[in-house]
């Protein structure tokens, strides 16, 4: 009670208002992967391509919800983080049946994905097309949707995130 009092005659305002600003602070400490959920579980989640911190504050300003958005921010990692990471390998996952209906995922599939010998296109039923990024050791370190990328783009972000391997490309 007495710490209350003194808080509230230094600062002029009450004790609940120094653990709201405490609260709102904390929801902008950086985040990492490493108190994070697995790609799997995020997608599990319904997290799939939704990887940056700044999409996190935008669904708790609109959606009020806080297991949600808990849940989003155990999915997410700082968009620094983001900028500069590289993977080792990734594999674009795709429906057979479904990618004809995705002609730039298609074309793509057809002309541009053997330029990439760290990539590897595997097909699942039902799968939306996503790009699994992958760590040196081979686990999923990312999984992004890309249905609505455009040809420029997937080539764009492949050029820039993936290292120079010498895995060979393969359709499972």
């Known amino acids: 009670m007495g710490t209350r ?9 009450n004790a609940a208002a120094l653990i709201l600003l405490a609260s709102i ?13 697995s790609p799997t579980e995020c997608e599990a ?4 391509g939704l990887a940056l911190c700044s999409d996190c504050d935008q669904l708790a300003t609109f959606v ?6 808990a849940e989003c921010r155990s999915c997410c990692v700082t968009d620094e983080d983001k900028s500069t990471q590289q993977y080792a390998s990734a594999v674009l996952e795709v429906c057979m049946r479904r990618v004809q209906w995705m002609p730039v ?4 599939i057809e002309t541009k994905a053997t ?3 760290n990539l590897q296109v595997r097909y699942r039923i039902n799968a939306l097309p996503k790009l699994i990024m992958k760590d040196a050791d081979g686990k999923s370190a990312d999984v992004i949707r890309i249905e609505n990328w455009k040809l420029e783009h997937i080539e764009q972000f492949l050029k820039e995130k993936l290292t ?3 895995t060979t490309s393969a359709a499972a």
Not at 45 to 48: D, I, Q, Y
């Open 5 to 13: 009092i003194v808080f509230a005659a230094l600062f002029g305002f």
């Open 25 to 37: 602070s904390l929801l902008y400490l950086p985040r990492s992967h490493a108190t994070s959920l």
């Open 45 to 48: 989640l319904g997290f799939t």
């Open 64 to 69: 009020k919800d806080a297991k949600l958005e």
């Open 105 to 108: 995922v298609s074309e793509f």
């Open 115 to 117: 330029d990439y010998p």
């Open 164 to 166: 120079a391997g010498t």
